[in-house]
C-alpha cells in the first residue's frame, strides 16, 4: 500500500507570544497609527502612514508642532525601559511649514513597542507606538505532474522531488499577513561549498514578489539530494531601506525514477519550513523579559564606538555598522545545517531551525548542523569587543546527550580556517542556553597553552546580557554585565594578530538537537585609547590544549 508522506505542521506560536502580538495589534490600532490631541485645535499632533509595516520600511510622518511658524524639528524615541529616556532620533531633523505642520518620509525602527515622537525647541507631539513586523520567506516545494510512490522512502531528512523531472518551488512572503512588497526581486539560490568561514549560495533562478506576496520557481528537480534557500532582495522603494532576507534551508531529496507512480494533476504538496518571523520570538512584553545590565563600555568608559552594529532599522548582514568612528566592515554567514542567521526585530539572530515543535524520533529535518556569523573586513589585533547576547530554547530540555547546542562569541584571526573554534582565539563567552554557567578564556597553539576560566551563578537563558573583552598587548580582560571576571597577564594569552568577531551556534555534527534561538542586540568595537584599562580580574589558570577549543 502506497503512504504519502504527511503535510508538516507550520510553526506554531506560544500562547503566550499570541496573546502579546494580539495585545500589540491593538495598541498599534489605536495608539499607533495616529495620536490624536486632547486639546484644542492647533495643538500639536502626529500620525503615520501605516500600520503594517517593516523595520525600515519608508513611513510618512505627518502632524503640526503646535505653533504657527517655520521651525527645526526632529524625532525623539523612548523603549520604555527603567532608565530610558527621549532620544534624538540620528539624522531625522526636517522644517516644518509656516503653520508649524509637517510632513516627511522617514524609515520605520525594527523594534517593536517603542515610542517615536516629533520634537522642537519648546514643543513636542504626542507619541506613536511603533510595532514593526518581521520579514518572512516561508519555501514550498512540490512535484509537477507527477504522484510519488513514497513506499521505502518514507524517512526523509528533506522533501521528496522526483530526480530531474519537473518541480514547483513556491516563496510566500506574506504567510501571515506581513506586509507585501510587490514586485520585489527573490532569488532561489542552492547551497554550495563552504571555505574559511561563510557558505556560499548559488542563484540558479530569479523572480518577483506578485500578488499575495508570492514568488513562483518551476525547473528540473536535482539529479541528488540538494540544499535550496530563499533571498529576499534589497528593498528602496518609497524612502524604504530594508536589506536581503534569506529563507531556512529547504532540504530536497531526489528520489530514483522507480518512485514513480502515476502523472497526476494534482499531485500532494510537501510544506518545507515556516518563515523566519512565524515562530514564536522573545519580546520585551514578555514576562521574562529582564532588563538589559551595565556595559563595560558604559562602566569602564570605552565610548564612542569605533563600529556599532545596531540593528535597529532595516539592516542586513551586507550592510556595515550603524554608526562609529571606522564604519567598515559586514557579516559572513556560515550554515552546514538547518540553521539561520538574520536579522529580526532589533537584533541579529541565530535559529536552529524552522519550527519549535517537538520531533520524536528525529522525524523530519530537525535541528542540526552549526550556524554562524563573522565579521570581516574590520580586524584588529589590540582593542575591545562587546555583545549582547540573549540565548534560549524553545522546549524543554532532554536527557539525550549532545541535545544542547553551545553559542560562542569569540576573537579568532582573521584570516582562519573554516573551524568552529580555532588554535588561536579568545573567546569571550561560551553558553549553553539552559546552565547557569559563562565560559570564557585564551589559547595558543604555542605551546599548547590555554588559559580557561568560567562565572557560575549566572542565569543566561532569556537573558540580555552583554559579554566584552579588552585586549591589551600585555595583558586580557573579560566582563560580563560592566563586572571584570577574569584576567591574563601574560603576552603569550594575546594572539598578536588581526582579529576579528565570531558568533556561533555549535551543534554536534548533524546530530538532533534542541531548537535554539541566540538573539544580538547589538556588537560594539572600541579601541584601548579610552578609559582605564582593566588587569583586576581574577587570574585564570593556564593549562594544556590540543585543539585550543
Not at 574559511?196 to 530569479?206: E, I, N, P
Not at 546527550?401 to 561560551?430: F, M, Q
Request: one cysteine or more; glycine letters at 10%.
Amino acid at each position: 500500500m502506497t503512504r504519502v508522506l504527511p503535510r508538516r505542521p507550520r510553526a506554531r506560536r506560544s500562547l503566550l507570544a499570541t496573546l502579546t502580538l494580539l495585545v500589540a495589534s491593538a495598541l498599534a490600532v489605536t495608539c499607533a497609527v495616529t495620536a490624536p490631541s486632547s486639546s484644542a485645535a492647533g495643538a500639536a499632533s502626529l500620525s503615520i502612514s501605516a500600520r503594517n509595516y517593516y523595520g525600515g520600511q519608508g513611513l510618512v510622518f505627518s502632524g503640526s508642532i503646535g505653533k504657527a511658524e517655520a521651525t527645526r524639528i526632529w524625532l525623539e524615541f523612548h523603549m520604555g525601559l527603567p532608565g530610558d529616556s527621549w532620544t534624538p532620533v540620528e539624522d531625522s531633523e526636517r522644517r516644518t511649514a509656516a503653520d508649524g505642520s509637517f510632513r516627511f518620509r522617514f524609515p520605520a525602527r525594527s523594534m517593536n513597542g517603542i515610542r517615536l515622537r516629533v520634537a522642537a525647541d519648546g514643543s513636542v507631539t504626542p507619541p506613536v507606538t511603533l510595532h514593526a513586523r518581521d520579514q518572512a520567506a516561508h519555501v514550498t516545494v512540490r512535484t509537477v505532474g507527477e504522484q510519488l510512490d513514497t513506499d521505502g522512502y518514507v524517512e526523509h531528512a528533506g522533501y521528496p522531488v522526483l530526480a530531474g523531472r519537473p518541480m514547483q518551488v513556491t516563496v510566500d512572503t506574506s504567510p501571515d499577513g506581513e506586509p507585501v512588497l510587490d514586485g520585489r526581486g527573490v532569488d532561489l539560490q542552492v547551497r554550495g561549498r563552504s571555505t574559511r568561514w561563510t557558505t556560499r549560495w548559488r542563484t540558479v533562478a530569479s523572480a518577483r514578489v506578485g500578488s499575495g506576496g508570492v514568488a513562483r520557481f518551476r525547473l528540473d528537480a536535482p539529479r541528488r539530494d540538494k540544499t535550496y534557500r530563499a533571498r529576499l532582495a534589497d528593498w528602496s522603494e518609497g524612502g524604504s531601506e530594508i536589506g536581503w532576507f534569506p529563507s531556512f534551508p529547504v532540504a530536497v531529496d531526489a528520489l530514483p525514477a522507480a518512485a514513480r507512480r502515476s502523472v497526476r494533476a494534482d499531485a500532494p504538496t510537501v510544506d518545507a519550513p515556516a518563515p523566519a518571523g512565524a515562530t514564536s520570538r522573545l519580546r520585551r512584553t514578555d514576562p521574562w523579559y529582564s532588563s538589559a545590565g551595565t556595559t563595560a563600555a558604559a562602566k569602564h568608559g570605552w565610548s564612542p564606538a569605533l563600529w556599532d552594529f545596531a540593528w535597529e532599522y532595516g539592516e542586513s548582514l551586507s550592510d556595515r555598522p550603524f554608526r562609529g568612528a571606522d564604519r567598515r566592515g559586514r557579516w559572513l554567514e556560515y550554515s552546514d545545517g538547518s540553521g539561520i542567521a538574520a536579522k529580526q526585530n532589533g537584533g541579529l539572530q541565530l535559529e536552529s531551525s524552522f519550527s519549535d515543535y517537538p520531533r520524536p524520533g528525529n522525524a523530519g529535518p530537525g535541528d542540526h548542523g552549526t550556524t554562524a556569523v563573522q565579521l570581516t573586513g574590520n580586524a584588529r589585533s589590540h582593542g575591545r569587543w562587546e555583545v549582547r547576547i540573549r540565548p534560549w530554547t524553545a522546549v524543554a530540555p532532554r536527557a539525550e546527550p549532545g541535545g544542547d547546542y553551545r553559542i560562542r562569541a569569540e576573537l579568532v584571526p582573521a584570516r582562519a580556517r573554516l573551524r568552529a573554534c580555532g588554535a588561536r582565539s579568545i573567546v569571550i563567552a561560551d553558553l549553553t542556553p539552559n546552565t547557569p554557567r559563562v565560559r570564557f578564556g585564551a589559547s595558543t597553539p604555542e605551546g599548547r597553552r590555554a588559559w580557561r576560566g568560567s562565572r557560575g551563578g549566572i542565569v543566561v537563558s532569556r537573558m540580555p546580557r552583554a559579554y566584552s573583552v579588552e585586549v591589551a598587548p600585555d595583558h586580557i580582560s573579560w566582563f560580563i554585565d560592566g563586572t571584570v571576571v577574569g584576567t591574563v597577564n601574560s603576552r603569550a594569552a594575546v594572539p598578536g594578530v588581526p582579529l576579528t568577531l565570531r558568533i556561533s551556534m555549535v551543534g554536534r555534527g548533524q546530530r538532533e538537537m534542541d531548537h535554539t534561538y541566540a538573539i544580538m542586540d547589538w556588537m560594539r568595537g572600541f579601541d584601548l585609547e579610552r578609559g582605564e584599562q582593566v588587569r583586576s580580574g581574577a587570574a585564570l589558570k593556564r593549562r594544556r590544549s590540543a585543539a585550543g577549543c
